[in-house]
């Protein structure tokens, strides 16, 4: 069996592309040693390192409404409340990160620095809550005394904590820049915003992985098309496959 430490982008509904590849990896017999996620990606990390296979997280994930999962609702009144969503987390994910079948690190950004801050210890919820809470959207979460944001605004790539592991690396990128199309709405506006700005750092870091994976046909989805999961398990899952079999089995 072939191990791989494993970092996983956030991109909200795109984010499902990284359960397609892990049911890929898992077919050539190659496991994450560690995993590491922002946003969406830390989602189906917390999920993946908790024991479910990716088919049985695409269901859980599938069968869910997105208000369930995030609390999202676009409006104009002020930001949401990501913390209200804790409770299917909890139904699904061990309290936590001691519990994991497989390590787990989750990106954030932490509001007052601006920096990449990991959580690797303790409890997981919150730092999950975190890694996920788009400004602008979603209230910063409090952890300790010290107030996190979305973990993709900060490095949308996480690998810090792996730089120093022998063991290869893979990056599994779900937010490849398309053509915009015409401006409709003000939520359009913003998920294409927030999609630039975590690219941006993306750029900066391919070159810190062994293997970096970016499917071009996710750009064709949006980052709340969440009843498009099986579309895009399948993007992430057949073009992984080609992948492997091009870049590291031979």
Do not use: W
Not at 81 to 89: A, C, L, Q, R, T
């Amino acid at each position: 069996m072939e191990k791989l430490n494993i970092s996983l982008s956030g991109g909200g509904a795109r984010s499902i592309m990284h359960l397609g590849a892990l049911e890929a990896l898992h077919e050539f017999d190659i496991e994450p040693s560690i995993v590491a996620g922002s946003s969406g990606g830390a989602i189906v990390g917390a999920f993946y390192c908790s024991g479910y296979k990716p088919k049985e997280a695409l269901k859980i994930i599938s069968d869910a409404s997105i208000t369930k999962i995030l609390g999202i609702s676009f409006n104009l009144k002020g930001l949401l409340n990501i913390e209200k969503s804790s409770s299917f987390f909890e139904k699904f994910i061990p309290k936590n990160f001691e519990d994991l079948n497989t390590p787990l690190q989750i990106n954030t950004t932490n509001l007052e620095t601006g920096d990449s801050t990991l959580f690797s210890t303790e409890s997981i919820i919150q730092p999950l809550l975190a890694s996920c809470a788009i400004p602008g959207i979603f209230s910063p979460v409090k952890i300790d005394s010290t107030y996190y944001v979305d973990g993709g605004i900060s490095d949308n790539m996480p690998l810090p904590l792996l730089e120093s592991s022998k063991i290869e690396s893979i990056g599994f990128h779900c937010n490849a820049i398309g053509s915009f199309g015409k401006v409709s709405n003000i939520k359009t506006i913003l998920e294409r915003t927030f999609h630039i700005i975590v690219n941006k750092n993306v750029n900066n870091r391919k070159n810190l992985f062994n293997y970096f994976v970016e499917p071009p046909g996710m750009a064709a989805y949006k980052i709340f098309d969440l009843k498009k999961s099986q579309e895009i398990f399948d993007i992430g899952y057949s073009f992984t496959k080609d992948f492997i079999l091009k870049e590291i089995v031979n």
